[in-house]
C-alpha cells in the first residue's frame, strides 16, 4: 500500500485549486488498482475520481470512498480496461472543507486480489406488456410524435440508488420513452444503455452531468467524457463539436445554482425542475426570459432515489421526434420541439399544424410572454399560434404546463 496523501487539509488549499491531484505510478503488467479515501468531519465533502496515464478513467464525487479498476471490471462510475503504464492520479474535488480543515487519507494498492469492486447488481426483470402504462396520444404534425421524456436521472454510478437497469425499470413504469442518464462526471454507464434500454423497451439517452460547485450542465449524445475542471465555455464547444448537446441545470436551485460566465450560450436549459414544487414561483421561467428565450426549455426530475420522495417524470419534457431512437431525440432538441408538463397525464400546451393545442387543461388559462391571457375550454382546444413561450396556468397564477 503507497499512502498518496494523510494530512489536514484547510480552506487554505481549497482556496488554491477546488481540484488536488495526487499522483502515482502504475507500472507495466499492474493488472488491478485499488484506491481508497478516509476524512473525517460531518460539515466536510470530499469528492473522488481518477484520472489514468492515458486520459479519465471515473469519478464517484461524494458517495463513494473507494474503487478498484481492472482491465475486465470496475466500481460503478469508474471504466474497465487495460492499466496502460505511466503516471496515474487521483483527483480529489475539496468540495467544503470547515474552518478548522479536516483530516484527508488517501492509499492506492496495486495487484491485490482481495480488493473489493463494489460491482453494479442486476436489475428487475423487464416490465411487462400488461403492467406497462399506456402511451399517451397527443396530436402531432405529420411524421412526429409526442414522446414523455425524463432529461435528468442517476444511477449507482454516480450518486443514485439504482443500477441502470433498475432505473430503466422505473421509467417504464412511469410512463417514459425517453430516459436521460446523466451521472455526474462521468461516462461509465454509457456502455450498457443500449442494451438495457432494448431489454426494457425504453430509450436510455446517453448523458453525463458536468458537475462543479458554481453549476451543473447535462451533455447529451453518445459523446467523450467533458472534462469538468475546464472552463464552462469549453464544455459548451466541446460537446457541440461532438455532435452532443448542452443543458443547463436547475439555474436557480440552492447551492449549485448556475454562476459561470460564458462566451456562447448552451442551446438548452433545464426550466423544470423537481426543485420547483411551489408552482406559482416564477423565477425559472425570469431566469429564462433574462438568459434568452432562445434556449431550448427542458424539463427534468432529476432523480436519484426512489426513498427520497423525488420521482422520475416530474416534471415530463414532451419532444415531438420522428422516432423514439438517439439521433432522431437529439435532432427534436436542436429543432425546439419540446413542451415541458408536470406530469405524463398532466395538463400540456403543444405547437401543432401552427396550432398552440391545450390538452386536458379545461379551465386554465393560457397566458404568452406579455402576459395576455385566454381561459381555455374542453379537454382538446386550439388557439392561432403565435410567436413566443406560452403557458398554461390557474387562476392563482401557479404554472402547469410550458411550450417555447
Known sequence: MTVLLSRRLLPADRASSIYLTLPFEVPPRTWSVHVALSYGGEDAVIDLGCSGAAGWRGWSGGSRRRFTVTASAATPGYLAGPLEPGEWSVVLGLYRVPSDGVPVTVSVVLDDPSAPLDPEPSGPPPVGAADRPPRRSLPADDGLTWLACDFHAHTLHSDGSLPVAGLAALGVSAGLDVLAVTDHNTVSHHAGLLEVGSRYGITLLPGQEVTTERGHANA???????????????????????????????????????????????????????????????GPLAWWTAWGLSTVPIGGSDFHSPAEGRPLARPVTWVAAASPSVPDVLDALRAGRTALSWGVDEPVLLRVDGELVAVSADGLLLADVWGRRQVVRGDLARFPAADGPHRLETGTAAVVALTP
Do not use: Y
Open 220 to 282: 447529451f449524445g453518445p459523446i467523450p467524457w467533458v472534462d469538468f475542471r475546464q472552463p464552462a465555455s469549453s464544455w459548451v464547444s466541446s460537446v457541440a463539436s461532438a455532435g452532443g448537446l448542452l443543458s443547463i441545470n436547475h439555474p436557480l436551485a440552492s447551492d449549485c445554482a448556475w454562476h459561470h460566465p460564458l462566451d456562447s450560450r448552451p442551446p438548452l436549459a433545464e426550466i423544470f425542475h423537481w426543485s420547483w414544487m411551489a408552482h406559482e414561483w416564477t
